[in-house]
Protein backbone atom coordinates (compact mmCIF):
# COMPACT_ATOMS: atom_id res chain seq x y z
CA UNK A 1 0.00 0.00 0.00
CA UNK A 2 1.14 3.84 -0.78
CA UNK A 3 2.17 5.75 2.29
CA UNK A 4 1.78 9.02 -0.03
CA UNK A 5 -1.11 11.28 1.65
CA UNK A 6 -2.34 12.39 -1.79
CA UNK A 7 -3.09 8.87 -2.38
CA UNK A 8 -6.76 8.62 -2.23
CA UNK A 9 -7.75 5.64 -3.35
CA UNK A 10 -5.33 2.61 -4.32
CA UNK A 11 -5.80 -0.83 -5.99
CA UNK A 12 -3.20 -3.32 -5.14
CA UNK A 13 -3.16 -6.34 -6.92
CA UNK A 14 -6.85 -6.39 -7.44
CA UNK A 15 -8.41 -10.11 -8.96
CA UNK A 16 -11.93 -10.68 -9.73
CA UNK A 17 -13.11 -14.27 -11.20
CA UNK A 18 -16.53 -14.88 -12.00
CA UNK A 19 -16.39 -18.99 -11.97
CA UNK A 20 -13.85 -19.79 -14.90
CA UNK A 21 -13.77 -16.25 -16.12
CA UNK A 22 -11.14 -13.97 -14.92
CA UNK A 23 -12.34 -10.02 -15.18
CA UNK A 24 -9.49 -8.49 -13.73
CA UNK A 25 -6.26 -9.67 -13.41
CA UNK A 26 -3.53 -8.28 -11.29
CA UNK A 27 -4.82 -4.58 -11.32
CA UNK A 28 -2.25 -2.20 -9.60
CA UNK A 29 -3.27 1.51 -9.48
CA UNK A 30 -3.86 4.57 -7.59
CA UNK A 31 -6.05 7.58 -7.95
CA UNK A 32 -4.58 11.05 -6.38
CA UNK A 33 -6.69 13.60 -4.27
CA UNK A 34 -8.22 15.82 -6.37
CA UNK A 35 -7.56 13.95 -9.74
CA UNK A 36 -9.64 13.37 -12.31
CA UNK A 37 -8.91 9.63 -13.96
CA UNK A 38 -10.35 7.72 -16.50
CA UNK A 39 -10.36 4.12 -16.59
CA UNK A 40 -11.01 3.39 -20.38
CA UNK A 41 -11.24 0.27 -22.28
CA UNK A 42 -13.69 -1.93 -25.00
CA UNK A 43 -16.75 -3.56 -23.98
CA UNK A 44 -15.99 -6.70 -21.22
CA UNK A 45 -12.36 -5.35 -20.45
CA UNK A 46 -12.94 -5.33 -16.69
CA UNK A 47 -13.60 -2.00 -15.98
CA UNK A 48 -16.64 -1.65 -15.01
CA UNK A 49 -15.99 -4.49 -12.45
CA UNK A 50 -12.99 -2.67 -11.53
CA UNK A 51 -15.37 0.30 -10.20
CA UNK A 52 -17.85 -1.80 -8.72
CA UNK A 53 -14.90 -3.33 -6.47
CA UNK A 54 -13.92 0.14 -5.74
CA UNK A 55 -17.68 1.25 -4.62
CA UNK A 56 -18.12 -2.22 -3.23
CA UNK A 57 -21.01 -3.72 -5.34
CA UNK A 58 -18.25 -6.58 -5.96
CA UNK A 59 -15.69 -8.37 -3.69
CA UNK A 60 -11.73 -8.94 -5.06
CA UNK A 61 -10.90 -12.18 -5.20
CA UNK A 62 -7.41 -11.18 -4.69
CA UNK A 63 -5.91 -8.14 -3.94
CA UNK A 64 -7.11 -5.22 -1.77
CA UNK A 65 -9.01 -1.87 -2.11
CA UNK A 66 -7.87 1.17 -0.17
CA UNK A 67 -9.60 4.45 0.61
CA UNK A 68 -7.84 7.49 2.21
CA UNK A 69 -4.84 4.52 3.37
CA UNK A 70 -7.68 1.92 4.99
CA UNK A 71 -8.26 -1.16 3.23
CA UNK A 72 -12.24 -1.77 2.10
CA UNK A 73 -12.04 -5.21 2.74
CA UNK A 74 -15.30 -6.08 4.10
CA UNK A 75 -16.32 -2.65 4.21
CA UNK A 76 -20.16 -2.58 2.48
CA UNK A 77 -20.63 0.13 -0.33
CA UNK A 78 -22.86 2.65 1.92
CA UNK A 79 -20.16 2.71 4.56
CA UNK A 80 -17.45 3.83 2.08
CA UNK A 81 -16.55 7.54 1.14
CA UNK A 82 -18.38 6.69 -2.22
CA UNK A 83 -21.18 7.66 -4.37
CA UNK A 84 -21.86 6.03 -7.79
CA UNK A 85 -23.55 8.00 -11.26
CA UNK A 86 -24.56 5.21 -13.26
CA UNK A 87 -25.22 5.16 -16.97
CA UNK A 88 -28.97 4.42 -16.55
CA UNK A 89 -29.82 7.71 -13.85
CA UNK A 90 -32.54 6.20 -11.87
CA UNK A 91 -34.59 9.65 -10.99
CA UNK A 92 -37.48 8.97 -8.49
CA UNK A 93 -40.14 10.06 -11.16
CA UNK A 94 -42.62 10.44 -8.02
CA UNK A 95 -40.14 12.86 -6.73
CA UNK A 96 -39.16 16.66 -7.14
CA UNK A 97 -35.66 17.58 -8.60
CA UNK A 98 -34.91 18.86 -4.80
CA UNK A 99 -36.28 15.48 -3.36
CA UNK A 100 -34.14 13.48 -5.74
CA UNK A 101 -30.42 15.50 -4.83
CA UNK A 102 -32.03 15.52 -1.30
CA UNK A 103 -33.00 11.60 -0.74
CA UNK A 104 -29.35 10.03 0.52
CA UNK A 105 -29.64 13.06 3.12
CA UNK A 106 -32.90 12.25 4.50
CA UNK A 107 -32.03 8.90 4.36
CA UNK A 108 -28.99 9.84 6.54
CA UNK A 109 -31.35 11.52 9.04
CA UNK A 110 -29.86 15.30 7.93
CA UNK A 111 -32.27 18.07 9.68
CA UNK A 112 -34.62 19.30 6.86
CA UNK A 113 -33.26 22.94 7.45
CA UNK A 114 -29.84 21.56 6.51
CA UNK A 115 -31.19 19.11 3.79
CA UNK A 116 -32.43 21.91 2.16
CA UNK A 117 -29.47 23.93 2.80
CA UNK A 118 -27.34 21.50 1.06
CA UNK A 119 -29.74 20.28 -2.19
CA UNK A 120 -30.07 24.87 -2.82
CA UNK A 121 -25.95 24.49 -2.93
CA UNK A 122 -25.24 21.43 -4.81
CA UNK A 123 -27.99 22.41 -7.63
CA UNK A 124 -26.67 25.75 -7.59
CA UNK A 125 -23.10 23.53 -8.26
CA UNK A 126 -24.44 21.85 -11.36
CA UNK A 127 -26.29 25.37 -12.61
CA UNK A 128 -29.53 24.09 -11.91
CA UNK A 129 -30.43 26.93 -8.67
CA UNK A 130 -34.44 27.45 -9.02
CA UNK A 131 -35.26 23.98 -9.85
CA UNK A 132 -35.80 22.00 -6.98
CA UNK A 133 -39.52 21.83 -7.13
CA UNK A 134 -39.14 20.81 -10.77
CA UNK A 135 -40.19 17.14 -11.72
CA UNK A 136 -37.66 15.31 -13.43
CA UNK A 137 -39.59 14.67 -16.39
CA UNK A 138 -40.03 18.43 -17.26
CA UNK A 139 -36.09 18.38 -17.19
CA UNK A 140 -33.57 18.13 -20.76
CA UNK A 141 -31.50 14.78 -20.90
CA UNK A 142 -28.62 17.09 -20.22
CA UNK A 143 -29.82 18.99 -16.58
CA UNK A 144 -31.22 15.34 -15.36
CA UNK A 145 -27.72 14.26 -15.79
CA UNK A 146 -27.04 17.37 -13.67
CA UNK A 147 -29.27 16.39 -10.97
CA UNK A 148 -28.14 12.87 -11.17
CA UNK A 149 -24.62 14.19 -10.06
CA UNK A 150 -26.04 16.75 -7.69
CA UNK A 151 -27.69 13.85 -5.85
CA UNK A 152 -24.27 11.80 -5.84
CA UNK A 153 -22.29 14.78 -4.50
CA UNK A 154 -24.40 16.09 -2.23
CA UNK A 155 -23.32 13.80 0.05
CA UNK A 156 -20.07 14.74 -0.26
CA UNK A 157 -18.47 12.10 -0.76
CA UNK A 158 -14.15 11.46 -1.15
CA UNK A 159 -14.44 9.73 -4.67
CA UNK A 160 -17.20 9.96 -7.03
CA UNK A 161 -17.49 7.06 -9.15
CA UNK A 162 -18.95 7.82 -12.92
CA UNK A 163 -20.12 4.56 -14.96
CA UNK A 164 -20.22 5.70 -18.36
CA UNK A 165 -22.84 8.89 -17.46
CA UNK A 166 -22.84 10.27 -21.16
CA UNK A 167 -22.84 7.40 -23.30
CA UNK A 168 -26.59 7.76 -23.65
CA UNK A 169 -26.68 11.73 -24.50
CA UNK A 170 -26.29 13.08 -28.17
CA UNK A 171 -22.93 14.40 -29.71
CA UNK A 172 -23.20 17.86 -28.57
CA UNK A 173 -24.91 17.39 -25.51
CA UNK A 174 -21.99 15.27 -24.29
CA UNK A 175 -19.50 17.47 -25.27
CA UNK A 176 -21.13 20.48 -23.45
CA UNK A 177 -21.60 17.97 -20.25
CA UNK A 178 -17.84 17.17 -20.91
CA UNK A 179 -17.36 20.95 -19.45
CA UNK A 180 -19.85 20.72 -16.89
CA UNK A 181 -18.26 18.02 -15.68
CA UNK A 182 -14.67 19.06 -15.55
CA UNK A 183 -16.12 22.27 -13.89
CA UNK A 184 -18.28 20.72 -11.08
CA UNK A 185 -15.29 18.29 -10.31
CA UNK A 186 -12.71 21.27 -10.22
CA UNK A 187 -15.27 22.36 -6.94
CA UNK A 188 -15.13 20.07 -5.10
CA UNK A 189 -12.40 18.16 -2.56
CA UNK A 190 -12.43 14.98 -3.84
CA UNK A 191 -11.40 12.42 -6.38
CA UNK A 192 -13.35 11.60 -9.81
CA UNK A 193 -13.16 7.90 -11.45
CA UNK A 194 -14.48 8.17 -15.01
CA UNK A 195 -15.56 4.09 -16.72
CA UNK A 196 -15.90 5.02 -20.30
CA UNK A 197 -15.29 3.35 -23.46
CA UNK A 198 -15.17 6.85 -25.59
CA UNK A 199 -11.46 7.47 -25.84
CA UNK A 200 -12.86 11.59 -26.83
CA UNK A 201 -14.70 11.98 -22.93
CA UNK A 202 -11.40 10.04 -21.51
CA UNK A 203 -9.11 12.64 -23.23
CA UNK A 204 -10.94 15.46 -22.88
CA UNK A 205 -11.92 14.87 -19.33
CA UNK A 206 -8.32 13.17 -17.30
CA UNK A 207 -5.60 14.23 -15.53
CA UNK A 208 -4.45 11.04 -15.78
CA UNK A 209 -6.07 7.65 -18.10
CA UNK A 210 -6.07 4.24 -17.37
CA UNK A 211 -5.93 1.91 -20.55
CA UNK A 212 -7.46 -1.45 -20.40
CA UNK A 213 -7.45 -4.78 -22.04
CA UNK A 214 -8.76 -8.16 -21.52
CA UNK A 215 -8.84 -7.62 -17.45
CA UNK A 216 -5.19 -6.30 -17.50
CA UNK A 217 -3.77 -2.76 -17.54
CA UNK A 218 -1.83 -1.95 -20.70
CA UNK A 219 -0.95 1.69 -19.52
CA UNK A 220 -1.64 4.69 -16.91
CA UNK A 221 -0.60 8.20 -17.67
CA UNK A 222 -1.48 11.79 -18.92
CA UNK A 223 -3.73 11.42 -22.18
CA UNK A 224 -0.82 13.41 -23.55
CA UNK A 225 1.72 10.52 -22.87
CA UNK A 226 -0.80 7.89 -23.70
CA UNK A 227 -1.67 9.43 -26.95
CA UNK A 228 2.12 10.22 -28.26
CA UNK A 229 3.64 7.76 -26.62
CA UNK A 230 1.61 4.68 -26.34
CA UNK A 231 3.31 1.46 -24.94
CA UNK A 232 1.49 -0.87 -26.74
CA UNK A 233 0.13 -1.63 -30.15
CA UNK A 234 -3.09 -2.13 -28.52
CA UNK A 235 -2.76 1.15 -26.66
CA UNK A 236 -2.11 3.22 -29.91
CA UNK A 237 -5.02 1.62 -31.90
CA UNK A 238 -7.48 1.95 -29.09
CA UNK A 239 -6.56 5.73 -28.24
CA UNK A 240 -7.98 7.80 -31.28
CA UNK A 241 -7.26 6.82 -34.86
CA UNK A 242 -3.47 5.86 -36.18
CA UNK A 243 -1.65 4.38 -39.16
CA UNK A 244 -0.09 0.34 -38.11
CA UNK A 245 2.16 -0.58 -40.47
CA UNK A 246 4.52 -3.76 -40.68
CA UNK A 247 7.97 -2.83 -41.03
CA UNK A 248 11.46 -4.54 -41.26
CA UNK A 249 14.07 -2.99 -39.51
CA UNK A 250 17.88 -2.69 -41.60
CA UNK A 251 20.73 -0.89 -40.98
CA UNK A 252 21.27 2.60 -43.28
CA UNK A 253 24.12 4.73 -42.81
CA UNK A 254 25.47 2.93 -39.68
CA UNK A 255 21.73 3.44 -37.95
CA UNK A 256 18.63 0.65 -37.50
CA UNK A 257 15.72 2.27 -39.38
CA UNK A 258 11.95 0.43 -39.57
CA UNK A 259 11.28 -0.03 -43.83
CA UNK A 260 7.90 0.09 -44.57
CA UNK A 261 6.98 -2.14 -47.88
CA UNK A 262 9.98 -1.74 -49.09
CA UNK A 263 9.33 2.23 -49.15
CA UNK A 264 9.88 5.34 -46.81
CA UNK A 265 11.89 4.43 -43.60
CA UNK A 266 11.30 5.62 -39.39
CA UNK A 267 14.10 5.53 -37.32
CA UNK A 268 14.07 2.42 -34.94
CA UNK A 269 16.62 3.00 -32.03
CA UNK A 270 15.92 -0.15 -29.89
CA UNK A 271 15.73 -2.53 -32.91
CA UNK A 272 18.29 -5.10 -34.47
CA UNK A 273 18.65 -5.72 -37.69
CA UNK A 274 16.23 -8.03 -39.39
CA UNK A 275 13.59 -7.85 -36.57
CA UNK A 276 9.86 -7.49 -37.62
CA UNK A 277 8.01 -4.35 -36.36
CA UNK A 278 4.97 -2.78 -36.08
CA UNK A 279 5.29 1.16 -36.85
CA UNK A 280 2.66 3.56 -35.02
CA UNK A 281 2.32 6.75 -37.44
CA UNK A 282 -1.06 9.01 -36.45
CA UNK A 283 -3.18 10.39 -39.46
CA UNK A 284 -2.26 14.56 -38.44
CA UNK A 285 1.63 13.16 -38.33
CA UNK A 286 1.80 12.84 -42.18
CA UNK A 287 2.02 15.99 -44.83
CA UNK A 288 1.19 16.36 -48.21
CA UNK A 289 4.34 17.91 -50.00
CA UNK A 290 6.43 17.73 -52.83
CA UNK A 291 8.49 14.80 -52.62
CA UNK A 292 8.72 13.69 -49.34
CA UNK A 293 9.20 9.71 -47.96
CA UNK A 294 6.95 8.86 -50.85
CA UNK A 295 5.07 9.15 -53.56
CA UNK A 296 1.46 8.10 -53.10
CA UNK A 297 -1.76 8.26 -55.04
CA UNK A 298 -5.03 9.60 -53.34
CA UNK A 299 -8.00 6.95 -53.42
CA UNK A 300 -10.31 8.75 -50.49
CA UNK A 301 -11.21 12.22 -49.80
CA UNK A 302 -13.60 12.93 -47.00
CA UNK A 303 -14.26 16.86 -46.48
CA UNK A 304 -14.91 17.41 -42.26
CA UNK A 305 -14.82 21.19 -41.90
CA UNK A 306 -11.96 21.70 -39.92
CA UNK A 307 -10.44 18.55 -41.53
CA UNK A 308 -9.67 16.70 -44.33
CA UNK A 309 -9.43 13.35 -43.82
CA UNK A 310 -7.61 11.34 -46.62
CA UNK A 311 -6.90 7.72 -47.82
CA UNK A 312 -3.74 7.20 -50.12
CA UNK A 313 -1.89 4.55 -51.38
CA UNK A 314 2.12 4.82 -51.69
CA UNK A 315 3.38 3.72 -54.84
CA UNK A 316 4.44 -0.01 -55.07
CA UNK A 317 2.45 -0.78 -52.00
CA UNK A 318 -0.19 -2.99 -50.35
CA UNK A 319 -0.61 -0.49 -47.46
CA UNK A 320 -2.80 2.50 -47.76
CA UNK A 321 -2.28 5.01 -45.68
CA UNK A 322 -4.65 7.26 -43.29
CA UNK A 323 -3.73 11.26 -43.37
CA UNK A 324 -5.83 13.85 -41.83
CA UNK A 325 -5.12 18.03 -43.01
CA UNK A 326 -6.29 20.43 -40.23
CA UNK A 327 -7.79 23.52 -41.28
CA UNK A 328 -7.80 24.89 -44.76
CA UNK A 329 -8.54 22.27 -47.47
CA UNK A 330 -5.31 21.43 -49.84
CA UNK A 331 -7.36 21.36 -53.05
CA UNK A 332 -6.02 17.66 -53.61
CA UNK A 333 -8.81 15.38 -55.06
CA UNK A 334 -9.33 12.03 -55.62
CA UNK A 335 -6.64 10.07 -58.41
CA UNK A 336 -4.19 12.74 -57.81
CA UNK A 337 -0.30 11.80 -57.15
CA UNK A 338 0.61 13.43 -53.65
CA UNK A 339 4.45 13.32 -51.76
CA UNK A 340 4.00 12.34 -48.09
CA UNK A 341 6.14 13.51 -45.64
CA UNK A 342 6.10 11.95 -42.09
CA UNK A 343 6.49 14.49 -39.16
CA UNK A 344 10.08 14.15 -37.01
CA UNK A 345 10.18 11.92 -34.15
CA UNK A 346 6.36 11.56 -34.58
CA UNK A 347 5.98 7.61 -35.11
CA UNK A 348 6.50 4.69 -32.51
CA UNK A 349 7.63 1.38 -32.80
CA UNK A 350 7.04 -1.79 -31.28
Known sequence: MSTDVDTLVELDGVRKEFGDVTAVEGVDFSVRRGEFFTLVGPSGCGKTTTLRMISGF???TDGDVYIDGRSMSGTPPEARETNLVFQQLSLFPHMSTGENVGYGLKKDGVDETRREQLVEGYLELV????YADRS?????????QRVALARALVNEPSV?????????LDRKLRKLMQVELRRIHEKTQGASFYVTHDQEVAMSLSDRIAVMNEGRLEQVGPPEEIY?????EFVADFIGDT?????????RDGEPVAVVDDGFTVPAPDADDGDEVTVSIRPEEFHLCEGGVCAATVRERFFQGDQTNYVLEPEGSVTTLQVVVQGRDTGVDTGERVGVRVEDGAPVVF
Not at 136 to 144: F, R
Not at 160 to 168: A, G, H, I, T, Y
Not at 228 to 232: G, K, Q
Open 58 to 60: ERP
Open 127 to 130: DLAG
Open 136 to 144: PSDLSGGQQ
Open 160 to 168: LLLDEPLSS
Open 228 to 232: RSPAS
Open 243 to 251: NLLSATVER
